[in-house]
């Protein structure tokens, strides 16, 4: 199983990212996935995720209203988009999987990760 997490990168505040977070090796439908972020001397925190098999999703409340997640399942893929981004979201963006089709905002309930993508949010 492997999951890549795209789509990182520098923009100002106030501007726009679109994560992607493909997942190859699993039956997609049968996971659920999450995304969580490191910022800089924090652990790390779970800030959305979504169920595959009724699409329930989750966002920390810090994102909640700027924050979009979403899913391909023509193309096993997970996206988080981002809206209205503060300085406060610069952080390494990871994406998980977790073998049960609950998702959760827990990182130790996820089996496999991907590498991880930087955001970057200039004032």
């Known amino acids: 199983v492997q999951l890549q997490a795209s789509g990182g990168g520098l923009v100002q505040a106030g501007g726009s990212l679109r994560l992607s977070c493909a997942v190859y090796?699993?039956?997609?439908?049968?996971?659920?996935v999450g995304w969580f972020r490191q910022r800089p001397g924090q652990e790390r925190e779970g800030i959305s995720c979504i169920n595959k098999h009724d699409g329930f999703t989750y966002m920390e409340h810090s994102v909640k209203g700027r924050f979009t997640i979403s899913s391909d399942n023509a193309r096993n893929t997970v996206y988080l988009q981002m809206n209205s981004l503060k300085v406060e979201d610069t952080a390494v963006y990871h994406c998980?999987?977790?073998?049960?089709?609950?998702?959760?905002?827990?990182?130790?309930?996820?089996?496999?990760w991907g590498q991880g993508t930087q955001v970057t949010v200039s004032s």
């Open positions: 090796g699993i039956a997609f439908d049968d996971y659920a």
């Open positions: 998980a999987a977790r073998s049960s089709s609950w998702s959760s905002n827990q990182a130790n309930d996820y089996d496999y």
